[in-house]
């Protein structure tokens, strides 16, 4: 079955990046809430700082039939990458899922029934009006120590630290 997965402020982070996508198989779908490159004030001086390869890995993606979704985040400019927006809707296993970064004002959430944003570095996942928020933290630069990702399947939703695979939390849908 194919899964969703969820991520945000990878900021640029080849190693953070790589560990990603050994999640993703023919079939399953991707979105990055923002920050995926950070291209605006990215420590170009590290290593581990490749927007370049992401950006191409990124593309070849799509062509590996692999569903991409995407959102620009404050950190990213979107020159580098055209044809995206800070927000957008999708579907995905029945369920409208609405992509925003978090660091602008919540556009009409009344289409969506999860709402995945990042920006803040912090998991979240929980309920409220009615709607799915979840923030699936951040796999390079984790403000509660805990690098994490997010997996959507079967109708559930299940946030994942990256470097144990252990389930931090999860709900369904």
């Known amino acids: 079955m194919a899964k969703l997965l969820a991520a945000a402020d990878i900021h640029g982070s080849i190693s953070s990046w790589e560990r990603l996508k050994k999640f993703l198989k023919f079939g399953d779908s991707l979105a990055v809430a923002g920050d995926l490159f950070d291209t605006r004030y990215g420590d170009r001086s ?10 191409k890995e990124f593309l070849d993606l799509a062509r590996e039939q692999i569903n991409v979704h995407y959102v620009y ?9 055209e044809g995206f927006s800070f927000q957008t809707i999708f579907e995905f296993d029945g369920f409208s899922f609405l992509l925003n970064h978090g660091h602008l004002p919540l556009p009409d959430i009344s289409d969506a029934q999860v709402i995945i944003e990042g920006h803040s570095h912090t998991p979240r996942l929980d309920t409220l009006f009615g ?3 979840l923030n699936p933290g951040s796999p390079s630069l984790p403000r509660n120590s805990l690098p994490g990702f997010a997996l959507v399947q079967n109708g559930r939703i299940q946030l994942i630290e990256l470097t144990k695979g252990k389930v931090l939390d999860e709900i369904t849908i």
Not at 46 to 55: E, N, Q, T
Not at 73 to 81: A, F, P
């Open 46 to 55: 590290s290593a581990d700082f490749r927007p370049d390869i992401i950006k």
């Open 131 to 133: 709607k799915i928020f």
């Open 73 to 81: 985040g404050n950190c990213d400019l979107e020159d580098y990458l």
